[in-house]
């Protein structure tokens, strides 16, 4: 394989494609033709940088070298985001001095407290290591309210909590162009803000110049802290802080219900509703948490227990033969049943009319009768379960179905058709009508005949089926 136009292109935009890797591999030995091909594109070619030695010119002789294999450099995307740091101030020398379930305690504590303010402003958290958190935000206003909001959340909780699960955090935020994988972020901008943690202040949130000038100033308030001279960074870097009070930069007061928080609730009142800070409540959540833990690894180690080696086997078995009997009956239903239950009309109606006459042909025309004419279908049920035994059931069960959705004439004949039967699995349905109520008819005409009741003429029937 060798560069052409097309994979030319695609490297250029930085796109995955089929044959990348075996592209990568070629390039590993001596290849005059893509050495060619790159020469001639040279002046524009941005591909340049990434191969490890000079191309050899279009003129120069295919000879070999003893020159460092070319090969593409792995092709990473450039984003530029905003960067937060955050740790809990002196977390090394209190753990030193607690065992590792309190260290463990601590931990969850500090992440049920931090995750939520951080979902709250589409922060991404790229790695944690122990206390610490490396969080991205695509907009730098959000991560600088996002830290405000962290500051003031943890002042709450403090307050309450007892003094060995209080934490104090430092919060730091830079940004730039960096190269971002889901569970890390590389590049300088990363560098700076680890140096930038070393001098930051706990309870504070500590931002880069960088940060300053990108973020919205008319939504967050900010006071330079002048220069630092910081450790492996050559020149010194400029600091920001954000004030304590909440103002924001066009002096807008904080809200009234954050006013006793360090930061008057500038980033609280953008994150919405977030879960309670008291430990009660925390430590509820995360006994919930671990008990869910507990009941799936207990289900795990009885699932690959010899036990539950069997129980799965027969769990399985069961399911296996309920879905052959479920595939048997579908299969041993008539075709015709299949498209009514499809809702197939037509299809039903050419499958009735090529049945030879009889009381099968009889039943399903009954059913197809039963949407445009519910009294022709009440006869043909009647002389369905007349003609054949094996449609009494099926028949009555239709029947009953009729009258729950039939008008009261309807009811009177499915009553009237239940005696004729005088089956007594009609009974629970005669039951069912027995207890209508008679229905009049105001009109002149309607003066002059005896009012529709069904139940009358249900218990009519009732006695024929117990006589």
């Not at 955090?169 to 300088?188: K, M, S, T």
């Not at 000038?213 to 008319?218: I, P, S, T």
């Not at 129980?311 to 008539?334: D, E, H, N, Q, Y």
């Amino acid at each position: 394989m060798h560069l052409t136009e097309d994979n030319y292109k695609q490297l250029l935009a930085g796109e995955e494609f089929p044959g990348s890797e075996e592209l990568a591999k070629h390039l590993e030995s001596p290849c005059p033709a893509c050495e060619a091909f790159l020469g001639e594109r040279r002046p524009q070619s941005v591909l340049k940088p990434l191969l490890l030695t000079q191309t050899v010119p279009p003129s120069a002789p295919a000879v070999a070298t003893n020159r460092t294999p070319a090969r593409l450099v792995s092709w990473h995307r450039a984003e530029n985001l905003a960067l937060m740091l955050t740790d809990i101030k002196g977390f090394t020398e209190r753990t030193s001095r607690k065992t590792r379930a309190e260290v463990e305690r601590l931990l969850q504590i500090h992440e049920a407290l931090m995750l939520p303010v951080f979902r709250a402003f589409n922060g991404v958290v790229r790695k944690s290591i122990g206390d610490a958190y490396l969080v991205t935000f695509e907009s730098p206003t959000n991560a600088v309210l996002c830290g405000a909001a962290i500051q003031d959340r943890l002042f709450t909780f403090n307050q309450a909590a007892p003094e060995p699960d209080r934490m104090e955090v430092r919060v730091v935020l830079n940004a730039g162009e960096v190269r971002a994988e889901p569970r890390d972020v590389f590049g300088e901008p990363v560098h700076i803000a680890q140096r930038v943690e070393e001098v930051a202040e706990a309870n504070e949130v500590t931002l880069t110049e960088a940060m300053f000038l990108v973020m919205n100033k008319a939504e967050v308030p900010s006071v330079e802290l002048g220069q630092f001279e910081l450790r492996g960074i050559n020149e010194k870097v400029k600091l920001f802080k954000i004030p304590r009070g909440g103002r924001t930069a066009n002096g807008a007061s904080p809200n009234p219900n954050h006013a006793t928080l360090p930061f008057g609730g500038l980033g609280l009142q953008r994150a919405g509703k977030l879960p309670e800070t008291d430990l009660a409540t925390i430590e509820r959540a995360l006994v919930a948490r671990q008990s869910r833990r507990a009941l799936v690894a207990q289900a795990q180690r009885f699932l690959r227990s010899p036990e539950g080696i069997k129980v799965t086997a027969a769990v399985a078995g069961v399911l296996l033969l309920g879905i052959v009997g479920v595939s048997v009956k579908m299969a041993m239903k008539p075709k015709v049943e299949r498209a009514l239950d499809a809702g197939k009309m037509a299809e039903a109606r050419e499958l009735v009319a090529l049945m030879p006459k009889g009381p099968d042909k009889t039943y399903w025309q009954a059913r197809l009768d039963e949407k445009d004419d519910a009294g022709r279908a009440i006869h043909g049920y009647v002389t369905a379960a007349h003609d054949n035994a094996e449609w009494v059931k099926p028949s009555i069960e239709r029947l009953g179905l009729i009258a729950k959705g039939g008008n009261c004439e309807i009811k009177v004949r499915v009553a009237d058709a239940l005696g004729e039967l005088g089956e007594s699995a009609g009974r629970s349905v005669l039951e069912d009508l027995s207890k209508e109520q008679p229905e009049k008819d105001d009109s002149f005409l309607g003066r002059l005949r005896d009012p529709c009741d069904p139940a009358k003429h249900a218990e009519k029937a009732l006695e024929k089926i117990t006589h």
